[in-house]
């Protein structure tokens, strides 16, 4: 991966290893508690697993640390794109309903069928490669400390 993207990363520990592929397990970080959006954020939870490709030419063992890091900006895009398109749904679809004048609860109506066709859209939309979060093993050299960064 390249280094000078500038990269989200978490720390994990390899949990099982085998030819193809490595599972970490992502711990709880301290940090979590004193958060303000510790109850709304997915890092939050006691523990999580992600498989990993095994990289070809690399030793790993269970119980290794290792960092596993996604591009900043892909996580940006792909944060936006899920909050804003079914904002934007919901919008356009009370502004037409308002237009066309019609009664406060038909404009709620149409408000949330507007949201409703926003989460549709954004499944599809979701699956565009160039939104997808890849998530990688950081090379030997760039590690990053033990809690999410952004450098």
Known sequence: MNTATPMIARSGRIVKVDDNHLTIRFERQSACSACRA???CAGNTPS???????????????????EVGVAEDAALRATLVTYLIPLAGFVLAMLAAAAAGLADGAIVLASLAGLGGGFVALRHIARRPGLQLQPALLEPGTSIPDQETHP
Not at 48 to 60: F, K, N
């Open 38 to 40: 510790a109850k709304a």
């Open 48 to 66: 999580a697993e992600l498989v990993l490709a095994h990289p070809p030419g690399t030793r790993y063992c269970t119980g290794d640390l290792v």
